[in-house]
């Protein structure tokens, strides 16, 4: 069944090819539905374990607004197989990078990692926290050691890339195949849900 009435597509896709954002962003949701239906059918445990379903549509907008000029389709069926090849594409890519990754992603992290700032540990704390006793300094490495360990594997892995290491939101966003934009909501959503987790664990002072 047509997403879209017909003249109503012609007329989206015309003003999209013209520059409009609003239109290609039209076009591109009315689509959300069918991406994530392909993805519940296409996408492996390992990739969703790595990205939900809702970022990977996400993603896939994200790929396919700079390619856009290169669509030459002019049908809603059209339009459909393309989104549909860049998904896949997207799915390939996580799939090679998760593959290449499989040695290291059994590893624990640590949070004696160095980064640019400090351990990593460190980096989510707040600059003026009040300096505590050892025995207390213990207790808080251990709960965020829990903590970590209670997240999703791609938030450990996103807090090990991003505060782990050197790396900019570009060179990650490269390493995981996907954008700077969805590396650094990632990783955002990580921290968060890093602190959410030392709450429920006793930890309330950052």
């Not at 549909?84 to 640590?110: E, T, V």
């Not at 934009?181 to 429920?200: I, P, S």
Request: net charge positive.
């Amino acid at each position: 069944m047509p997403i879209f009435e017909a003249t109503h597509f012609a007329g989206l896709l015309d003003e999209a090819r013209h520059g409009s954002t609003e239109a290609l962003g039209k076009l591109l949701e009315g689509f959300r539905t069918q991406l994530l239906l392909d993805i519940r059918r296409r996408a492996s445990a390992k990739v969703v374990a790595h990205a939900d379903h809702a970022e990977l549509v996400q993603e896939t907008f994200q790929a396919a607004v700079p390619a856009f000029p290169g669509f030459r389709g002019g049908t809603e069926a059209e339009m459909v197989g393309w989104l549909q090849q860049i998904l896949r594409n997207q799915l390939r890519d996580r799939n090679r990078y998760l593959k290449a990754r499989k040695r290291d992603a059994g590893r624990p992290l640590s949070l004696d990692q160095e980064s640019p700032h400090g351990a990593l540990r460190d980096c989510i704390l707040d600059s003026d926290a009040t300096p505590c006793t050892s025995s207390s300094q213990r207790e808080r490495q251990e709960i965020m050691d829990r903590a970590l360990r209670q997240l999703k594997p791609k938030y450990q892995q996103m807090i090990a890339l991003r505060n782990g290491t050197t790396k900019e939101f570009t060179e990650i966003a490269a390493d995981l195949g996907t954008t700077p934009d969805a590396a650094m909501k990632t990783w955002n959503r990580a921290l968060k849900a890093w602190r959410d987790e030392m709450v429920k664990l006793g930890l309330t002072e950052f």
